[in-house]
């Protein structure tokens, strides 16, 4: 079945999504853009406790938008982020010449590293499949542009589908996120990832508004039923 990731800005809103049932406490300011990173300090708050109250409860945390170049800046900030005690930490990829070296250097560090591959113009099946060889837990695909639409808006099912059979048949966890809305379950359930990532969907008043927990816990519920899911493409 597939996990519920809720992304969350402090510690309020962690233990409110923790009590409401999600999966995974994903950490980021989503002031600051797609992947906006939380303070150090903040995040050290929110994984004390949530810890304390939860052990085995997963967390992640992203280490901001960054220029697809700046290497030197995203190792630093996934150290950083690394040592704060999180579970996994999330980097965006960007298309381009440098996803690859960048890809590399994050295989490098001691910390669980997600690549997060920002989406809006479509998947680079190659790329992924080479994260899928490098030895990291989890690979995700999401969107950089958040009032563009949905990631379905920018990728169609069968490269999500090659995305996900690609990394499950590696061993690798693969999620996706990116305005995913309730409406959108049906193609989850399809597509069955090992977790899918909320934020927008889950608060009053968009992604920068107060998260609800009832939507936190119905959300949930939905990823978490049985039924009969759209189809996937042949």
Known sequence: MTSLLTSVRNVEEA????TAGADLIDLKEPGAGALGALPAQTVREVVGAVRARWPGRL???????LAPAEHAVMMLMADTIGKCGVDYVKVGIAPGAQAREALQRLATLPWQVVPV????????????????AMGFPAVMADTAAKQAGS???RVDM?????????????GVKVGLAGSLQPG???RLL????????????LCDGGRAGRLD????AALRAGLQRTGTPEPLPA
């Open 15 to 18: 233990l409110q999504a923790a």
């Open 59 to 65: 967390l992640s945390a992203t280490i901001g938008d």
């Open 117 to 132: 591959f920002l989406a809006d113009h479509g998947v680079d099946l190659k790329l992924v499949e080479e994260a899928c």
């Open 151 to 153: 990631l379905f808006d």
């Open 158 to 170: 069968g490269t999500l589908a090659a995305m996900t059979g690609m990394a499950r048949s590696r």
């Open 184 to 186: 959108h379950l049906p």
């Open 190 to 201: 399809a597509l069955a990832p090992d977790f899918a990532g909320f934020r927008g969907a």
């Open 213 to 216: 927990p009832a939507k936190v």
